[in-house]
């Protein structure tokens, strides 16, 4: 690499407004060719827009892109992929019932006549995934492989079509400590080989290990260029937040009062009648937060489901403040005072094309005082939802304002919003904090363990073990449907956990079907 | 195909107002287009003998227009022509709210008329004031609980309302025929297939017009509620125009002020969060079929023992089916139902004084309401035409996929 050679890609001033919002305002930067150039800021800070101009989604308003020194104009994806530009989005745009190599080629498929030449096309995504260690079997339906797996094919994909730029968005929001790493060493081969990375995320300590230059973006603007060496996860964290941010939660001992929820061997199924859950058994006390890590997808989604009464429990029975409600409705249970916020907060947890008042009294829109027998009192719920966002600093133009039209972070406050906003004797946080910014995450976690020295019991399920880590008590670790083990938040390391959520206990080294628990 | 959001529980005026405009805007648009292109469609077609063709074109929509409003009468009977439109289109809309597409309206329609026929004649001796509240509600129930069956299944079979609803026309449409045609319900001295005249008592009386004549009626003596023999005021607009009206005051209510109304909403919007938030997606499924189907059965009803005064085989022409365009025209808002409904029904009265005056053929008021249901339903097309940007969020999904 010579330095005179022009950067593989260079943004000068660009600029991108939307009604009321200036998303991109004036934004620059180069990517030289073989870097990782990582881009972090909070959501809502513009690096989606930014990202979606150079992939040609947008146009911006001013400013230009240079690929290779020289101007362009990306019109559409098809422009972007021309110019060699390919990208990962955080949701994969997989056919889930075509094969691995169906959905590489889709597009642009090798035909000989009117058929496809799959082996042909076989041979180069063997070739291409030999040569950047990305292993893949090529004949497997995607809907059959793991996320991490499906990220791969993603990148093979951008790599087919002679991908030289790629930008990777939020890559690592749904792998597992070691699939990241394997995609950081994806990564690092990747630019040696000459591709240049756009590399997006929240995750300082990530970007820390990974990038060789890091661009801070908040509210439109460029904060500062850093480099890893010269900079602490604190420091970034002040530049994306304009403030410093407590990245650990405060909090004193925990004094666990009454059992609050029981489960004992539950046994429940997932989506494909598969055993998901697999005889666990758990005790959270009023007053602890109780926190689940784990990889995802192995029985949290569905064990956190089972308790809230939105999923049959096969076998086993689940106790909330000594009531059992292994079979009672939704609605039983929450009467009970329990609050769920869920996994899937824009595919459960809100009605998006709901205004924000209407979201905030989602489950309460029926009773006092928001409901005098069949009518909806719509000035108390209005009442409600002033009072709410103003407490729960939800940061919106007007209480009317659509759920869906909010940025990630704020949406989440609705939920912890109107979850908070009545008498609770138990919480069930499902992903509390995933893909949101520094600033509402440091909110929500403090709102959580508010109300466990308030005396609610809490049941945190988190993949991110740093969130875990802080909130905790106690620490369970699920694996294939199993706790493992739990242990008390002091003996916890990242190291001891780590090992556990890759299935690997001390009396197991290997990777086996452990019975019972530990701790 | 996708229809306008709703309106929030409790909007400011102003923002009211903008998304009326913005949700009347590309219905209109759409109509506009229709009519357009049914100017062209006019032009080329124009018979020679009828001026330019310039004048064709002006003159058929003069006598379209003339048709539908140019007199009393005219007003009244596209009033009357509305009347199932409305109460019909208003159960299409119900269902898209929870997120259903019933296009069993037409099947409904008829097992409500069917029902109030037979309360209307086979019970004798009640006051009006019992009876007719009695014919109406027995239509609405029958066609409500016709209704009921295919939201049950889609709830706890996930068999696809769309499929059997379609399913239940067929098997109301049978069933009406057995039992006017060769089964108990036949008058046996009519030589054509039809139910005996209802009592006095319980039709839906008109507002203003003569007696009618008893050698007409069967016997029975149809007193209106003004009686007079001014021909200008002989008008058949009955007071199941007022019941439509008050309909959607009711559901407009219901959906937007009650809990009911909230959780059918909910369920329509999304129904993984209805369930989250405690709500039952299957007493909703079957409620608003239900409902659907009741408000369908009252379009049946109010034709039976408004006009008819009795139920002949071939009862309804489509006036179901229909009011699946005007749910769509109407963005799935009930009050837009009235505005819509009342066009649709402008445009079949005044087509054949259209017809008349130029030679068209009045089947050109069926291309004219086909383009319009096209241009209402791919809205894009309109959008493209007129530039119209689309805000954002207004999409909802009116019917999901099959299964599931």
Known sequence: ?519 | MAVQVDVPLAPTRRHRAAALFRAALVPALAILTALVIGAIIIWFSAPSNRGTRLEVVVAAYRGLFAGAFGSRVAIANTLVEATPYILAGLAVTVAFKCGLFNIGAEGQLFMGALASTTVGFTITGLPAIIHLPLALIAGAVAAGLWGAIPGYLRARTGAHEVITTIMFNFIAFRLVDYFIVSGPLRDRRASLPRTPFIQANAQLPRFVGPLEPANLTGGQEYRPLIVTTDPGWNIRLHLGFLIALLAVWIIWWLLNRTTTGFEIRTVGANPEAARYAGMSITKNFVLTMALSGALAGLAGAGQALGLERNMKSLFSSGYGFDSIAIALLARSNPIAIIPAAIFWGALNTGKGEMQALTGISSDLIRIIQALVIMFVAADQIVRWIFRIRQAHGEQMVFSRGWGK
């Open chain 1, 1 to 519: 690499m010579s330095a005179q050679q022009p950067p593989a890609l260079e943004v000068r001033n660009i600029t991108k407004r939307f009604p009321g919002v200036l998303a991109n305002d004036g934004i620059s930067f180069t990517l030289e060719k073989g870097e990782i150039h990582a881009f972090l800021g909070e959501n809502g800070a513009g690096k989606s827009t930014l990202m979606n101009i150079l992939y040609g989604l947008y146009a911006p308003d001013e400013g230009e892109i240079l690929i290779n020194g020289r101007p362009v104009t990306i019109r559409n994806s098809a422009d972007a992929i021309a110019l060699g530009l390919g990208m990962v989005h955080q949701e994969y745009a997989l056919v889930d019932t075509l094969t691995v190599a169906e959905n590489i080629m889709l597009g642009t498929e090798i035909v000989s006549g009117p058929l496809l030449d799959e082996r042909r096309a076989n041979q180069r995504i063997s070739q291409l995934s030999r040569e950047y260690g990305l292993q893949v079997p090529p004949d497997a339906l995607v809907q059959d492989l793991p996320v991490g797996v499906q990220q791969r094919v993603e990148i093979l994909k951008a790599l087919y079509r002679n991908a030289e730029i790629l930008i990777l968005d939020e890559p690592t929001a749904v792998l597992t400590p070691q699939e990241a790493e394997d995609l950081f060493r994806v990564m690092r081969s990747l630019v040696a080989r000459g591709k240049s990375i756009i590399f997006i995320s929240h995750k300082l300590k990530e970007v820390l290990s990974i990038a060789d230059r890091i661009t801070v973006l908040r509210r439109g603007r460029v904060v500062g260029t850093a480099l890893p060496h010269e900079s602490t996860d604190r420091t970034l964290a002040v530049m994306m937040v304009g403030r410093s941010v407590v990245l650990t939660v405060d909090k004193d001992e925990s004094q666990p009062g009454e059992v609050v929820l029981d489960v004992s061997n539950l046994v429940v199924l997932d989506d494909r009648q598969q055993v998901a859950v697999d005889g666990v058994s758990l005790q959270v006390r009023a007053g602890e937060v109780l926190g689940i890590a784990g990889v995802q997808g192995n029985g949290q989604t569905e064990l956190v489901d089972a308790i809230n009464g939105l999923r049959p429990v096969v076998d086993g029975r689940v106790c909330i403040a000594e009531q059992e409600t292994t079979t009672a409705a939704p609605r039983h249970i929450s009467e009970l005072g329990v609050a769920y916020i869920p996994e899937d907060r824009k595919g459960t947890g809100l009605v998006l094309a709901y205004p924000i008042a209407d979201n905030l009294v989602l489950s309460t829109y029926y009773r006092s005082p928001f409901a005098r027998g069949m009518r909806i009192l719509a000035n108390t719920i209005e009442e409600q939802a002033r009072k709410l966002v103003k407490e729960f600093d939800i940061r919106t133009p007007s209480i009317w304002t659509t759920a869906g039209s909010l940025s990630g972070g704020n949406q989440q406050k609705i939920i912890v919003a109107r979850e908070f906003s009545r008498p609770i004797k138990l919480l069930v946080a499902s992903q509390p904090t995933r893909g949101i910014d520094v600033g509402s995450i440091e909110f929500i976690h403090r709102s959580i363990i508010q109300q466990r020295d308030d005396g609610v019991a809490v049941l945190v399920v988190s993949a991110e073990l740093d969130e875990v880590l802080a909130l905790s008590d106690r620490i369970a670790v699920m694996y294939k449907g199993k706790i493992l083990a739990v242990l008390p938040q002091p003996e916890a390391t990242r190291e001891r956990l780590g090992l556990l959520m890759a299935g690997i206990t001390d009396e197991h080294p290997s990777e086996e079907k452990v019975n019972g628990s530990t701790g």
